[in-house]
């Protein structure tokens, strides 16, 4: 067991793996002192405290997001379940605070955090600024071609920014979180132990194996792996169906052919410990704000932001992911639907689409068409900025594939295909990751979700 409790947090499982409960709400009287107390701002016990306005603005996975009003300006404070106790709000901290100083990518600057629950509130938290903007996420169907192409270009210049971010812009050296290394002598740009789902979900933080920093990518790997070989084998000697102890078993059987391969592709041992750089881990259409005018405004989500090795970098951000299509779907061959029952707009920021009276799956071909231009228009503000980038992709791509197959592996989908991957590997055959996804469709002509989705 870790010596950090995780009280406040339960986890249920909902039929595809644990979620987060709370197992008791923040007080937002709690919530609205503490931020009071930091901001300056008079406290009452009417719930306005003062002159500030209290409102509960979003839920997260793993946190209560509230909106803060005063005549200071806008503010938000994160209050987060203890999923992974101190870690996870010092790792925002000091992420957020390094990308403000070395970038002009637009973050929040935070006012103040405590990592620790023994507080009024009773949990983590951290207080920082509202930023501008509202999530792209709302205007994309509304955005001209253009408009996407200069977010994907700001984009790229970010990225492109964060590849040169910290120690003087030489990047870091090992795998993990900022702010997060706890050992004395440890430095602000020192990564630490990693903040990231994979490892904290839940019985997963329990499991005695490493955490980080990581000295290279094979060490990070493969406690991924023994993570998933630990959590099949023991749902294996709990299985009480047929289908439960085939799952687990294949699970297990490509689990151990990924971890027997992973030593051809990332050596064990690297001497000093590997260069990394600081990723965005879940850039998506929603963690990107814009104005009226669908201009950039803000990056946020950086939750569980770590560093990480050049080739994960190589990657395009998560809203470019998605099939490849080059052919513009014709509207006028998609199903009308009802617009009484279609969604009808999205004033009040809540998840509906308007659907402009057409089949949702116009949409979904309409986002992966603009995803495979947009990912050229990408690629080339990149080689400007980075003339190597066509050779860090290309050897980042296997690197890449591997990841994508412990990832999928590690929840359980597409464990035949990734099993077939990897056989191909190993002999030699060096087809793609998506590649070897298509076969499947190809062999018995059903269709099939892409491994790398699109944002909607």
Wanted: aromatic share 8%.
């Amino acid at each position: 067991m870790r010596d950090s409790t995780r009280e406040g947090l339960a986890w249920e499982d909902n039929g595809l793996g644990p979620e987060p409960q709370w197992i008791r709400d923040p007080d937002i009287q709690a919530v609205g002192r503490v931020c009071c107390q930091h901001l300056g701002v008079p406290a009452d016990k009417t719930g306005s405290y003062g002159d500030a306005r209290i409102t509960l603005h979003a839920d997260g996975a793993f946190n209560k997001l509230y909106r803060v009003q005063t005549r200071r300006g806008d503010f938000m404070i994160r209050v987060s379940l203890p999923v992974d106790p101190r870690h996870k709000t010092r790792g925002e901290a000091a992420t957020l605070k390094l990308v403000r100083q070395t970038t002009s990518i637009p973050v929040p600057q935070v006012v103040a955090f405590d990592d620790l629950d023994r507080n009024e509130i009773g949990y983590e938290w951290l207080l920082m600024e509202k930023m501008p903007g509202i999530p792209a996420y709302y205007r994309w169907r509304k955005m001209t071609m253009a408009q996407k192409e200069a977010l994907t270009i700001q984009v790229a210049e970010f990225q492109a920014q964060l590849l040169r971010a910290g120690n003087q812009g030489n990047g870091f050296r090992s795998i993990g979180t900022l702010g997060t290394n706890l050992e004395p002598g440890a430095g602000p740009t020192d990564p630490g132990p990693i903040v990231s789902a994979f490892f904290f979900t839940g019985p997963r933080y329990d499991y005695p194996i490493a955490r980080g920093p990581f000295a290279s990518s094979h060490d990070w790997l493969r406690a991924q792996l023994s993570i998933i070989i630990k959590e099949h084998t023991t749902a294996l000697a709990g299985s009480k169906t047929d289908d439960d102890r085939e799952y687990a078993q294949c699970a297990l059987r490509v689990a151990r052919k990924l971890l027997r391969i992973l030593h051809k592709i990332f050596p064990a041992i690297v001497h000093p410990p590997e260069r990394t750089v600081l990723w965005h881990d879940d850039l998506s259409l929603r963690n990107i704000l814009v104005d009226d005018n669908n201009v950039v405004t803000a990056i946020i989500g950086w939750e569980c932001a770590s560093t990480m090795p050049r080739w994960v970098a190589s990657q395009v951000p998560e809203f470019l992911r998605g099939a490849v299509r080059e052919t513009m779907p014709d509207r006028n061959r998609y199903t009308d639907v009802d617009m009484a029952s279609s969604s009808t707009g999205t004033d009040d920021l809540d998840d509906s689409l308007d659907n402009e009276g057409k089949t949702e799956l116009y949409w979904i071909h309409l986002m992966e068409y603009e995803q495979t231009q947009l990912r050229k228009v990408y690629a080339e503000r990149m080689r400007q900025l980075r003339p190597e980038w066509d050779m860090e992709v290309e050897e980042g791509a296997l690197k890449v594939d591997f990841l994508g197959a412990v990832s999928r592996c590690g929840s359980g989908f597409y464990l035949r295909r990734i099993e077939q991957w990897v056989d191909a590997i190993e002999r030699k055959e060096y087809l793609s990751l998506m590649e070897a996804c298509n076969i499947r469709r190809a062999h018995f002509g059903e269709p099939i979700v892409m491994m790398w989705t699109s944002s909607f």
